[in-house]
């Protein structure tokens, strides 16, 4: 397990507005309470008499066995919360899925520890009714340590979702699966996350996904694809059952991805993605590929794998660790997409290295920094914020319309800073010399 160990930096530039939206449950106060403790009434028993406005209190402990969350329906302004306080562990004690449900309005999970699960740890969807979706759900400070037994499992499995927000969630060893696997979700939001260590894959949006932000995670050491815009979905899932594409203006915004790729994985792929967005990322150490461009579900009515954007990212890497730095499959218009305004970095090649080949049919890359050191504060302890003189500072294509802060909430100079992280201090990085 890796620390990140991040520190905050005070905002000292004219800066974009650039905010997230609050959370529906913000300044919420609920008017009714209903207390769980281990050997006393059970997690289920009180999903069954909760209404609108009702928070479920898990007492410190380990609960054991599954909870069938179908039914629970908050309202605007009266959500339904199931939250832990303190030491709150979820036990599948054998169970293939600890929290299930469907059709779901108004509902936050908070504050637990979920493990053992056979197949997913998480699984809420539409109850296969494309026209009733879960809707408004936050997932927020919790831990999945493991979920699967060697198959197709996710962590968190969300199908048929719309306006939901995971935060402050640390999720590692999902089996064969993803972390998140999204199916026809939308409007949604992935921020302030730790996502680590697992087998395969970690966040991926496809079935007719949309409009889903990735902002502000830390993705480490994952050996398939860290972030799979758009995927593969045999058509009878799709939400919408006519979605024209797999995914749809996916935003990955100023995420830290660590040494990715290792299982012929990738950062970012574009599979079957119109319209998506990696922008503002820093990427260390990245195994395989750097990006993959490709089309895996075909039909006539899909869109090819189209209008990506690869914009204001910092990559430092080993040119020993890269088979290419692109990879673009059958079925795809590369002559669409957009590479601008990156950092390439890499640390086994001379001063004179002349940047990376993009190659198939994709258009050179415009004002991009090659073969300088981005002087990242410290990847070993996982610190890559970058010093006040670094050449990536100010050095941004400006994108007002990103609407999303960097890694540690701070809003965007213009022009932006290259990576995750803006700088706005003049201090140099220690025992840097003046340049």
């Not at 502000?216 to 939400?239: Q, Y």
């Not at 080993?318 to 002559?335: C, H, L, Q, Y």
């Not at 540690?408 to 022009?415: H, L, Q, S, T």
């Amino acid at each position: 397990m890796h620390k990140t160990g991040l520190l905050l930096i005070v905002p000292a530039l004219a800066l974009y507005s650039q905010t997230l939206p609050e959370p529906f449950d913000t300044g919420i106060v609920y008017t009714r309470t209903l207390h769980v403790s281990p050997g006393g009434d059970t997690l289920q028993r009180a999903v069954r008499e909760a209404t609108p406005g009702t928070r479920i209190v898990l007492h410190a402990g380990t609960y054991k066995g599954a909870t069938s969350l179908t039914g629970l329906k908050g309202e605007p302004g009266k959500p339904i919360a199931i939250s832990g306080e303190g030491d709150v562990t979820l036990d599948a004690a054998g169970s293939s899925i600890i929290l299930a449900g469907s059709d779901l309005r108004y509902v936050v999970i908070e504050g637990l520890t979920l493990r053992g699960s056979t197949t997913h740890a998480i699984n809420i969807d539409d109850g296969g009714s494309y026209e009733t979706p879960t809707e408004h759900l936050i997932l927020r400070n919790l831990t999945i340590a493991g979920s699967g037994s060697g198959g197709n499992n996710d962590c968190i499995k969300l199908s048929g979702v719309d306006k939901f927000l995971v935060t402050k969630t640390n999720v590692s060893g999902c089996n064969r699966g993803e972390i998140i696997d999204m199916v026809g979700c939308h409007d949604g939001i992935i921020t302030g996350n730790y996502f680590h260590d697992t087998v395969a894959s970690g966040v991926q949006t496809k079935g007719g996904s949309s409009d889903v932000l990735i902002h502000g995670n830390v993705f480490s050491d994952i050996p398939g694809r860290a972030v799979n815009a758009g995927g593969s979905t045999d058509l009878p899932f799709f939400r919408p059952i006519d979605a024209p594409h797999e995914a749809a203006r996916i935003r990955v915004i100023a995420n830290l991805f660590l040494r990715n790729g290792a299982m012929s994985g990738t950062n970012i792929a574009y599979v079957g993605c119109d319209g998506c967005l990696f922008a503002h990322n820093t990427i260390v150490d990245p195994k395989s590929w750097v990006v993959r461009i490709l089309q895996e579900t075909k039909a006539p009515r899909f869109a090819p794998s189209r209008n990506g954007q690869f914009v204001n990212n910092i990559i430092q890497f080993k040119m020993g660790d890269i088979r290419t730095f692109v990879n673009v499959g059958a079925d795809t218009a590369p002559e669409t997409f957009l590479f601008a305004s990156n950092l390439w970095y890499a640390t086994d090649q001379s001063p004179a290295w002349a940047g990376p080949n993009l190659g198939n049919n994709i258009p050179p890359e415009t004002s991009s920094i090659i073969q300088r050191d981005p002087l990242l504060a410290n990847t070993a302890g996982n610190d890559p914020r970058i010093a006040a003189d670094s050449p990536a500072r100010g050095a941004g294509r400006p994108m007002p319309a990103i609407n999303a802060p960097d890694l540690e909430g701070k809003p965007w100079a213009r022009p932006p800073t290259i990576g995750a992280f803006e700088v706005t201090t003049q201090r140099r990085r220690p025992g840097a010399r003046p340049r």
